[in-house]
């Protein structure tokens, strides 16, 4: 069933998962303060050692800069949606998830694949409850499952 009402353009951001982003910087600074007590390591060691400090430094960093991210806007039309200033048909969506009871995200996964890209992967910042409403509705004139549970992100 095709519909020919447009949805206003709901706003949407990248959310920050706290729990990861502090997880991430207490390994980061548990990693750091035993590599500086421990100078007499085997320099290949050392090194792995930095390299693996450098990458937790990076994801701290992404995270964080996520904080300064602008708002996006995900615009719901027949057939298709739009986050930004990419569209994506809903022949090419698999499956939209939610994820969390409060302050919940969602991630909407491309067919044939397993992981959500963070250009994909939102929360809505005005009525969450309504947002996802809408999402859902969307999804079911488009024929595309929304379920309920947790997916797996990148950064």
Same mark, same amino acid.
């Given at each position: 069933? $095709?519909?020919?009402?447009?949805?206003?353009?709901?706003?949407?951001?990248?959310?920050?998962? +706290?729990?990861?982003?502090?997880?991430?910087?207490?390994?980061?600074?548990?990693?750091?303060?035993?590599?500086?007590?421990?100078?007499?390591?085997?320099?290949?060691?050392?090194?792995?050692?930095?390299?693996?400090? &450098?990458?937790?430094?990076?994801?701290?960093?992404?995270?964080?800069?996520?904080?300064?991210?602008?708002?996006?806007?995900?615009?719901? *039309?027949?057939? #298709?949606?739009? &986050?930004?200033? *990419?569209?994506? @048909? #809903? *022949?090419? &969506?698999?499956?939209?998830?939610?994820?969390?009871?409060?302050?919940?995200?969602?991630?909407?996964?491309?067919?044939?694949?397993?992981?959500?890209?963070? *250009?994909?992967?939102?929360?809505?910042?005005?009525?969450?409850?309504?947002?996802?409403?809408?999402?859902?509705? +969307? #999804? @079911? $004139?488009?024929?595309?499952?929304? #379920?309920?549970?947790?997916?797996?992100? +990148?950064?």
């Amino acid at each position: 069933m $095709e519909s020919n009402r447009q949805i206003h353009p709901l706003r949407i951001k990248t959310p920050v998962l +706290w729990a990861e982003t502090i997880g991430l910087a207490v390994v980061l600074l548990v990693n750091g303060a035993n590599f500086s007590r421990h100078r007499d390591l085997d320099p290949l060691i050392l090194g792995m050692g930095v390299v693996v400090l &450098i990458f937790l430094l990076l994801l701290v960093g992404i995270r964080l800069s996520r904080l300064k991210q602008q708002p996006r806007q995900l615009t719901l *039309s027949p057939g #298709a949606l739009e &986050i930004g200033v *990419s569209r994506y @048909a #809903a *022949s090419e &969506i698999g499956e939209i998830r939610v994820c969390g009871v409060f302050g919940a995200y969602t991630g909407i996964l491309r067919r044939g694949r397993r992981i959500v890209p963070p *250009s994909l992967y939102f929360r809505f910042l005005e009525d969450e409850e309504q947002g996802v409403r809408e999402l859902e509705r +969307w #999804a @079911a $004139e488009n024929g595309i499952k929304v #379920a309920r549970k947790n997916f797996l992100k +990148w950064i």
